[in-house]
Nanobody, 116 residues
Framework: QVQLVESGGGLVQPGGSLRLSCAASGFIFRVYTMNWHRQALGKERELVASIASSGSSTTYADSVTGRFTISRDNAKNTVYLQMNNLKPEDTAVYYC?????????WGQGTQVTVSS
């Protein structure tokens, strides 16, 4: 059974940091590209960050470049999103996504709220 379980979300003040984790099971994690997406209330889901299967390359949305870092541990079947200098506009539900060929798996999401 494929599972992606996100954790680490919560309420943080502007300028603060959070680290999201996504634990994967039920598929061959190491061959999948891993992504973090987010969806704010009333807005479309957007791709925030991606990491290649080996971890050798990463890409980021312009809005988070320099503040967010995606990483993965293939031994632990886990992908992370380190989020620094958080802004109110980062408030959203953050989703973990695994993609390989025609396979596309999603987690249930974790809420991140940035507010004073």
């Amino acid at each position: 059974q494929v599972q992606l379980v996100e954790s680490g979300g919560g309420l943080v003040q502007p300028g603060g940091s959070l680290r999201l984790s996504c634990a994967a099971s039920g598929f061959i994690f190491r061959v999948y590209t891993m992504n973090w997406h987010r969806q704010a209330l009333g807005k479309e889901r957007e791709l925030v960050a991606s990491i290649a299967s080996s971890g050798s390359s990463t890409t980021y949305a312009d809005s988070v470049t320099g503040r967010f870092t995606i990483s993965r541990d293939n031994a632990k079947n886990t992908v992370y999103l380190q989020m620094n200098n958080l802004k109110p506009e980062d408030t959203a539900v953050y989703y973990c996504n695994a993609k390989f060929s025609l396979f596309d798996h999603w987690g249930q999401g974790t809420q991140v709220t940035v507010s004073s």
